[in-house]
């Protein structure tokens, strides 16, 4: 019941409105969020080195004096309580920038912005909860925990064992004595204010909630007698605070339960309330950003590096992996900033967000292992030059966080899709609960009528290959408005099929509802980046991106069916099938288009620079990325030279020899100018510094640390080893 329906509804129905689509909008930030994008934001990323804080395993002092100084953990919370109350799109940009920069800075600032007490307190806090806790934090001068991972309860939230039962103190006042055993919570051994999420009990029923008020969530501050912290995990060998915790007999007053002792029982609601909203917000703004940076990275180095005589980049092994990168990150991108204005605009869809989490964290996964096989043994070289290693690493945490990415897709996408995002199933169900035969009698008649509509439809826009479905714009986009349609169609009709077919069951088939969960993602991401495509003014140079992103889409979508005809039985294994291969959706990019996209992302200019917006570039040339966008410039502005040498060796002016061994040579016979000359030069100094991997003495290597690591706390409460 948690959350809201949103165009995820429309894409359901079988026939969606694309106009309703379209008007939700592609926003931008405030002059205010931009400021602080270009202000604090950069100045967070110009002062954290990835290296040092990888190789120390803790962010610096003054990275969390700044933080603090600055109000990263108030991103989201009201201006009248300290912090900067800031769009989710805004949240999400922020987000997407650090994560082009470094990941436990990321992480550091994500987590208390997402699901977390100001999230929480934010909706169901008392006035003097609020009033509380909400400028402490909004200071850094709390920081936040929450605790809600167990070991037997992870992806089954409602199997937790930690409890907290209710009883009456000598001075009259009600109070939870809690115990725990918690896991994977970020920030908790540094944390000065946990949150907890528990079973209530309350045998003597004095909350008169009765005996089982059921998951209730609490904040209880973290020098408590009982709380036991201090020891932390080792993610993937990611230096961020991710760590146990543990609490024996802690007790609090009845007060600590978020929203008072009204609030009791109701946790599990708040929980995927939130969740619906944050889930869609941080991980898939790391996704996006991370692809975004892969991009911008990837295109970079494919023109910088040589083999063969020639930049990488065209060798058409390269652009492969290439135009796929650059793909994802239009893709990514116009979803990102699409589910965000829904957020904005007050839609709380789980399904949505679900969606974006798992999609957006699979890309990511896909665009990093190709960036990685395109920067080579660059890649796998440690040190601060690395452009790709750290992101690499942490791509399994991105993948298991939140809901884990199997579950995710096999059950959440389209198991919650196919009862909420229905036009009926929720009604019929919600019948059959109230006893309401009418009602449901009335629903279910309905629901034939839906299928049989979707059934005449789907079979008409397969016969004219979409071509009779409206689409609400005319242009380049027009076509794939009308094949999403058919796509639509298609995936209700099925999906009913399915339901009827197999009831109850159908949740334990998760081969098939992951393949039902693809659809529908795709369904998603394909209607968010024709949005993009049309919000930015139809773009000329777009098109192929705008192209290569909806004919991936539909490829995938074909794919996911072809795999549901297979194993649906009869008709859909025998003719229908057929039909199907013979009469698809789509199919994948053409060479041709992917190489456009490779193109765009080796030149630099606008339309680079608009793709891989919100990527942190550093103008110090000393660092890894500041060096290789030094070089790419260089290298590019000096390529009209590098033909006229080339040229010359062509009609035997000049020997076959190495490039930097002729230039004096060729300016000698004026060839080339003395500037051209020394940009040559230039040009090639730069691509061989740019090029160079890390080397270590063996001491450099066994001791990378400075020795000096900071432990941050708040408010002069030290982080407890335990109590």
């Given at each position: 019941e948690a959350g809201t329906i949103w165009v995820d509804g429309e894409l359901f129905s079988g026939k969606p409105d694309f106009k309703r689509i379209l008007k939700e909008g592609y926003p931008d930030l405030s002059d205010e969020e931009k400021a602080f994008m270009e202000g604090q934001v950069n100045e967070l990323c110009a002062m954290t080195d990835d290296w040092e804080v990888f190789s120390n395993r803790e962010l610096p002092e003054k990275v969390w004096d700044y933080i603090k100084k600055e109000r990263f953990f108030g991103l989201i919370?009201?201006?009248?309580?300290?912090?900067?109350?800031?769009?989710?799109?805004?949240?999400?940009?922020?987000?997407?920038?650090?994560?082009?920069?470094?990941?436990?800075?990321?992480?550091?600032?994500?987590?208390?912005?997402?699901?977390?007490?100001?999230?929480?307190?934010?909706?169901?806090?008392?006035?003097?909860?609020?009033?509380?806790?909400?400028?402490?934090?909004?200071r850094g001068e709390d920081i936040p925990c929450f605790a809600l991972t167990e070991p037997g309860a992870g992806s089954d939230a409602g199997a937790m064992s930690a409890t907290g039962v209710v009883f009456?103190?000598?001075?009259?006042?009600?109070?939870?004595?809690?115990?725990?055993?918690?896991?994977?919570?970020?920030?908790?051994?540094?944390?000065?204010?946990?949150?907890?999420?528990?079973?209530?009990?309350?045998?003597?029923?004095?909350?008169?909630?009765?005996?089982n008020p059921g998951i209730t969530c609490a904040l209880i501050p973290s020098h408590t007698a009982g709380v036991v912290l201090g020891k932390r995990h080792d993610?993937?060998?990611?230096?961020?605070?991710?760590?146990?915790?543990?609490?024996?007999?802690?007790?609090?007053?009845?007060d600590a339960i978020i929203g008072g002792p009204e609030q009791a029982g109701n946790g599990w609601r708040m929980l995927m309330e939130s969740l619906a909203v944050g889930r869609g917000i941080s991980l898939p703004a790391s996704g996006a950003g991370g692809t975004r940076y892969a991009a911008r990275v990837a295109g970079a180095y494919a023109r910088v590096r040589q083999q063969f005589g020639l930049s990488i980049?065209?060798?058409?092994?390269?652009?492969?992996?290439?135009?796929?990168?650059?793909?994802?990150?239009?893709?990514?991108?116009?979803?990102?900033?699409?589910?965000?204005?829904?957020?904005?605009?007050?839609?709380?869809?789980?399904?949505?967000?679900?969606?974006?989490?798992?999609?957006?964290?699979?890309?990511?996964?896909?665009?990093?292992?190709?960036?990685?096989?395109?920067?080579?043994?660059?890649a796998i070289s440690g040190g601060p030059r690395n452009l790709a290693l750290h992101g690499y690493m942490a791509i399994p945490i991105n993948i298991t966080v939140e809901g884990a990415n199997i579950l995710t897709r096999t059950l959440m996408i389209f198991g919650q899709g196919a009862i909420r995002c229905h036009p009926y199933s929720y009604r019929e169900i919600?019948?059959?609960?109230?006893?309401?035969?009418?009602?449901?009698?009335?629903?279910?008649?309905?629901?034939?009528?839906?299928?049989?509509?979707?059934?005449?439809?789907?079979?008409?826009?397969?016969?004219?290959?979409?071509?009779?479905?409206?689409?609400?714009?005319?242009?380049?986009?027009?076509?794939?408005?009308?094949?999403?349609?058919?796509?639509?169609?298609?995936?209700?009709?099925?999906?009913?099929?399915?339901?009827?077919?197999?009831?109850?069951?159908?949740?334990?088939?998760?081969?098939?509802?992951?393949?039902f969960a693809d659809i529908f993602s795709w369904l998603y991401l394909a209607s968010a980046t024709l949005t993009r495509f049309e919000s930015e003014g139809r773009r000329k140079e777009d098109i192929p991106f705008m192209e290569w992103s909806l004919q991936y889409a539909l490829s995938q979508i074909q794919t996911a069916f072809e795999g549901l005809y297979e194993n649906m039985g009869f008709p859909f294994r025998g003719p229908v099938a057929f039909w199907s291969r013979l009469n698809p959706l789509g199919k994948m990019p053409t060479d041709k288009l992917g190489h456009?996209?490779?193109?765009?992302?080796?030149?630099?200019?606008?339309?680079?620079?608009?793709?891989?917006?919100?990527?942190?570039?550093?103008?110090d040339k000393e660092e890894a990325l500041g060096r290789l966008e030094h070089a790419f410039k260089l290298v590019v502005e000096a390529e009209p030279v590098v033909k006229k040498v080339q040229g010359a060796i062509r009609k035997k002016q000049l020997p076959r020899e190495r490039l930097d061994l002729l230039v004096p040579r060729a300016v000698e016979l004026k060839i080339i100018s003395e500037a051209e000359a020394k940009l040559l030069k230039d040009a090639e100094a730069a691509r061989t510094d740019a090029i160079q991997v890390d080397e270590f003495t063996h001491d450099e290597y066994h001791n990378r640390g400075t020795g000096k690591v900071y432990v941050p706390h708040a408010a002069g409460v030290q982080p407890m080893l335990n109590n």
């Open positions: 919370i009201p201006k009248k309580y300290g912090g900067l109350e800031f769009s989710a799109s805004m949240n999400s940009a922020v987000v997407a920038k650090l994560a082009s920069r470094c990941g436990p800075l990321t992480t550091t600032v994500m987590v208390p912005n997402s699901l977390g007490p100001a999230e929480l307190l934010l909706h169901y806090g008392t006035e003097a909860q609020k009033d509380y806790y909400l400028p402490r934090l909004a009456k103190g000598d001075d009259g006042k009600l109070y939870l004595r809690l115990n725990w055993r918690k896991r994977y919570i970020t920030l908790a051994a540094i944390s000065t204010v946990l949150g907890l999420a528990f079973k209530l009990k309350d045998p003597d029923n004095l909350l008169g909630k009765g005996e993610p993937m060998g990611i230096p961020f605070w991710n760590c146990p915790t543990e609490g024996h007999d802690v007790v609090v007053p009845a980049g065209k060798f058409e092994g390269i652009e492969e992996p290439l135009a796929r990168i650059g793909g994802w990150a239009y893709t990514l991108e116009a979803s990102r900033r699409y589910t965000c204005g829904g957020l904005d605009s007050g839609a709380k869809p789980p399904v949505v967000t679900a969606i974006a989490k798992y999609n957006f964290t699979e890309i990511l996964r896909k665009a990093i292992n190709d960036t990685m096989d395109i920067l080579g043994g660059a919600q019948a059959l609960m109230s006893g309401d035969v009418k009602g449901f009698d009335a629903v279910f008649w309905k629901h034939i009528g839906h299928v049989v509509r979707n059934l005449f439809r789907a079979a008409l826009l397969s016969l004219t290959r979409g071509r009779l479905a409206a689409s609400p714009v005319s242009g380049p986009s027009a076509k794939y408005f009308r094949k999403l349609s058919w796509a639509s169609a298609s995936f209700a009709f099925l999906a009913d099929v399915a339901m009827g077919s197999y009831g109850g069951n159908l949740k334990r088939m998760e081969k098939l509802t992951g393949r456009k996209i490779a193109q765009a992302l080796q030149t630099p200019g606008d339309q680079r620079d608009r793709l891989t917006a919100g990527v942190y570039v550093p103008e």
